[in-house]
């Protein structure tokens, strides 16, 4: 059974910094470009950054450039986002994703994780 | 950035209903459209992908259809869990965007 599991998810102050992680299984994550999507509250969904198999290209919206990392270790099965910086329009449930390569399709979600940025 | 569209914004419909949802790029896209079913609470579902590509376990009362621009999405007859919000999402540039969503309720 494919499983992705995000942790990480927390209230944070503004200005504060958070990092995420998305442990995978039953299928080749090694193999599969992987993503970080989040979605306000009472929002659409809003893709963020994406990372290549062995991490040699990596993309993000304008809005985070600067400000989150993403990373990922095959080894550990684990996709990760490093957050820092983090402003109130941030606030959202973070997803991750199998997929995102050119052309590619999101087969697989995990549940999602809860960050919030407030005073 | 390219700009995906859907109309409509919401939609209400009955069980055994035909719908249509439209999803417009602000550039050609070819065919790299996925189409995601959300559930309230719920993580986003692949429907169909490559615009008219069924994924994997997905009743065939779904279909999409389309290219370079236009896109459709149609449920040929609504069944009560097909009430959701349905995302269009483009996959030939990043950053890989999603339309704003329809929801379809009764």
């Known amino acids: 059974e494919v499983q992705l599991v995000e942790s990480g998810g927390d209230l944070v102050q503004p200005g504060g910094s958070l990092r995420l992680s998305c442990a995978a299984s039953?299928?080749?994550?090694?193999?599969?470009?992987m993503t970080w999507v989040r979605q306000a509250p009472g929002r659409g969904l809003e893709w963020v950054a994406n990372?290549?198999?062995?991490?040699?290209?990596?993309y993000y919206v304008d809005s985070v450039k600067g400000r989150f990392t993403i990373s990922r270790d095959n080894a550990k099965n684990s996709l990760y986002l490093q957050m820092n910086s983090l402003r109130a329009e941030d606030t959202a449930v973070y997803y991750c994703?199998?997929?995102?390569?050119?052309?590619?399709?999101?087969?697989?979600w995990g549940q999602g994780t809860l960050v919030t940025v407030s005073s | 950035d390219i700009l995906m569209t859907q109309s409509p914004s919401s939609l209400s419909a009955s069980v055994g209903d035909r719908v249509t949802i439209t999803c417009r790029a602000s550039?050609?896209?070819?065919?790299?459209l996925n189409w995601y079913q959300q559930k309230p609470g719920k993580a986003p579902k692949l429907l169909i992908y490559?615009?008219?590509s069924l994924q994997s376990g997905v009743p065939s009362r779904f279909s999409g259809s389309g290219s370079g621009t236009d896109f459709t999405l149609t449920i040929s007859s609504l069944q009560p869990e097909d009430f959701a919000t349905y995302y269009c999402?483009?996959?030939?540039?990043?950053?890989?965007?999603f339309g704003q969503g329809t929801k379809l309720d009764i």
């Open positions: 994703a199998s997929g995102g390569a050119v052309a590619g399709r999101y087969s697989y």
């Open positions: 039953g299928f080749s994550f090694s193999s599969n470009w």
């Open positions: 990372i290549k198999q062995d991490e040699s290209e990596k």
């Open positions: 550039q050609s896209i070819t065919y790299y």
């Open positions: 490559a615009a008219s």
């Open positions: 999402q483009q996959t030939v540039s990043t950053p890989q965007t």
